[in-house]
């Protein structure tokens, strides 16, 4: 037989049977994409035909992706042509893996499959497709992705992964794998974009197929891919949400597209907040999408307790979106999840004021301002207020603000007032003294519409009352008592020292003469020789009474002492024992937990666990030990001053005679001062 094909140089010509171009290039570029082909084929399944899905802009994106890596990874020569017997029939032999090929069989678990992975037989097939296309990485990293998905066959999850951790199934993986993942990803880095498209769009063709493949080989190297670049899940949102519109009767394959996005999360908050707000936020009144989009913003903002790195993500046009959600009754979200919304509000506002509050907080104020209606829920009104009252007291831009909208939302203004009227006692001054200008351009304001005519005179008499009662209340703020005992105080003290200056002493003072004319000196005197005396008293008696009684104790607690200090030797023995034997069986499976940990623990904790290490170290070694050194020297030099002022030897007369040294030498030094002090202030008195 003979068949007609384009010539290489464009001319047609006949074929016969058995005969093969010339050239001698096609043959080894044949071979050797022959021996691509068997590497690849063990790793293809007999798979039925994919159901046929709707084209989409993500999809079409892919088809030219697709078509242009084709053209570059098939060699240049044509492929001789075949028989038409044989070309009725290939299909169906391309998808039958050669017969050296073994086909894995589902294992129960990830975790089973994991084990049975041949490591040496992955890097020999990622050398084989390097060797072959040595300049393109995509093709390396599609094998990588393809042999790890045709090997990992295990029972599939839900789509989102929700009974397992945030990073399975890469906390799985070996540390072996991952370097050998590592190693390929960084050689292909100008790709990885592109290969994340890949394995998300194989993944949404996996799942139209009805038996189809297990996907965690996929999902392992989305998570490899952006533990190290996060920015690539959020490079293409737009793209990816035309995929969830297009695919709202599908949520498998909508979960699906959130999971992979979601994943850039985990690493870096800001990507994260950049991939709900992109994608979730948008379907969060889809039934099926809500309860991952709200469940995936919960773990995100428990996972990154410090909301620092979050601060300029979250703006008005998304944070009121979220404020209806989680305070307005009967929308599309059910009452659990509004729930979880409301107990996550906090910190959204937290990220949505950003670090500078004061700057930002009367773009908010509109919003919030018209959301204030006296018929909105009491925990939304609530909500409303005291998010207002936090914009006039930070930002002080609110009150032009809010000046400018009173017109238009009297009602709103009259609920803001009775709120102000209310926490009236809480509020600092720099608050009331802006707010006295605003109540009085809002008088003035009402006068006005008064005068207008009967339109809106439920609210402006509501707003008028609340204005005169700020006013009443700014103007009659009470007497100052604390003020005019501080002056009385000031004035006092003031006399008395001018007066003893004057007179030369206390004695021949007249403050001196009032007190003993009126009585209050003697009085006075009369009790502190009443409290000496009697401090005198009790402390000869502690004298005369304190060593007969601690010898007494010590004659009768000395033997349960002893025989205490004894158990407490053999029960410090027996614990020490207990430590070395615990320490020495820890000191032996230390390897063994050092291993699950690496394999468990992300390798930026373990890294941050280290240099935390090195900080404890150096403060233990710079500052804590030369600490101890130094008190250890003091103690040492204070007991030898104290053996050498007692003449060698510590006794209670030698002790009771240094405390009083001690304790005079203080309240000779205590009067000094104070007749310094008193000196300087009759100093200054005298000089004005």
């Known amino acids: 037989m003979a068949a007609a094909g384009p010539a290489p140089g464009g001319r047609w010509e006949v074929v016969r049977k058995g005969r093969r171009p010339a050239g001698g290039t096609t043959g080894s570029t044949t071979g050797s994409r022959r021996a691509l082909g068997e590497a690849n084929a063990a790793r293809a399944l007999p798979l039925a035909a994919p159901i046929a899905t709707s084209d989409t802009i993500f999809e079409l994106g892919f088809e030219r992706a697709l078509k242009k890596q084709n053209k570059e990874q098939v060699p240049p020569a044509p492929a001789p042509p075949e028989q038409p017997h044989r070309r009725q029939h290939a299909p169906k032999s391309a998808k039958k893996p050669p017969a050296n090929a073994t086909k894995p069989g589902k294992c129960r678990s990830l975790e089973e499959a994991l084990r049975a992975l041949d490591l040496a037989d992955l890097q020999k ?29 295990a029972p599939r999850s839900d789509p989102t992964l929700s009974q397992h951790a945030h990073d399975y199934p890469y906390c799985l993986v070996s540390k072996e794998l991952r370097s050998i993942i590592r190693a390929l990803l960084g050689r292909s880095s100008s790709v990885l974009e592109l290969f994340f498209d890949h394995c998300v769009y194989t993944m949404l063709q996996e799942l139209d197929k009805t038996p189809g493949e297990s996907l965690h080989g996929y999902r392992i190297c989305i998570q490899a891919v952006l533990l190290d670049r996060p920015k690539i899940a959020t490079t293409n949102l737009g793209k990816y949400l035309e995929v969830l519109r297009s695919h709202q009767n599908r949520p498998a394959k909508c979960l699906t597209v959130l999971w992979a996005l979601g994943q850039a999360g985990f690493t870096d908050l800001h990507e994260g907040l950049k991939v709900w707000l992109g994608v979730m936020l948008p379907v969060l009144g889809i039934k099926a999408l809500s309860p991952y989009a709200v469940a995936y913003l919960d773990r995100l903002l428990m996972m990154h307790p410090n909301l620092t790195k979050g601060f300029g993500m979250i703006g008005p046009k998304d944070f009121f979106p979220l404020l209806d959600f989680a305070f307005m009754p009967n929308n599309s979200l059910p009452p659990s999840l509004q729930e979880q919304l409301r107990r996550l509000y906090p910190r959204l506002k937290v990220l949505a004021f950003g670090a500078k509050p004061e700057t930002a907080l009367h773009t908010y104020f509109p919003s919030f301002l ?25 930002d002080p831009l609110s009150f032009s603000v809010w000046r400018q909208l009173y017109t238009k939302h009297l009602s709103q203004s009259s609920l803001l007032l009775n709120h102000l009227l209310e926490s009236w006692d809480s509020s600092s001054k720099k608050v009331r003294q802006s707010l006295q200008e605003t109540v009085r351009s809002f008088k003035v304001t009402n006068e006005e519409l008064a005068a207008r005519g009967p339109n809106s005179d439920q609210d ?23 003020r005019l005992l501080l002056v009385l105080l000031v004035f006092a003290a003031g006399f008395l020292l001018h007066d003893v200056r004057t007179h030369g002493s206390f004695q021949a003072s007249s403050s001196a003469r009032l007190l003993r004319s009126s009585g209050v000196l003697p009085a006075s005197q009369a009790a502190w020789q009443k409290v000496s005396h009697c401090c005198l008293q009790g402390y000869r008696w502690l004298e005369r009474t304190l060593p007969v009684c ?55 904790l373990l890294h941050f666990a280290e240099c935390v290490r090195e900080l404890l170290l150096f403060l233990l070694r710079s500052c804590l030990l030369p600490l101890l050194e130094c008190a250890a020297a003091a103690l040492e030099r204070g007991w030898q001053h104290c053996l050498d002022s007692c003449n060698g030897e510590v006794s209670w007369d030698c002790l009771r005679e240094h405390l009083t040294s001690f304790t005079y030498s203080s309240w000779i030094y205590l009067q000094n001062t104070t007749l310094a002090v008193k000196n300087w202030a009759l100093a200054m008195i005298s000089g004005h």
């Not at 390097?130 to 998905?149: C, H, I, Q, R, T």
């Not at 008499?461 to 008592?481: N, Q, T």
């Not at 010898?551 to 158990?567: I, N, T």
């Open 125 to 153: 097939e990622l050398d084989k497709s390097m060797s072959v296309f040595p300049e393109n990485p995509s093709v390396w990293v599609k094998d990588l992705a393809g042999y790890l998905n045709y090997k990992l066959q």
């Open 370 to 394: 018209s959301r204030a209606t006296p018929s909105c829920p009491p925990a939304m009104k609530k909500e409303l207020l005291t998010s207002m009252s936090q914009c006039l007291s930070l």
């Open 460 to 482: 402006v008499a509501a707003c008028d009352a609340a204005c005169k009662e700020l006013l009443r209340r700014m103007k009659g703020r009470g007497f100052p008592w604390s």
């Open 550 to 604: 601690g010898s007494q104790a010590m004659a009768v607690l000395q033997p349960p002492l002893e025989l205490l200090w004894a158990k407490s030797v053999e029960v410090a023995l027996s614990l020490s024992q207990q430590c070395s034997s615990l320490l020495s069986w820890a000191h032996g499976s230390l390897p063994w937990v050092t291993e699950w940990l690496q394999s468990r623990v992300p390798e930026s």
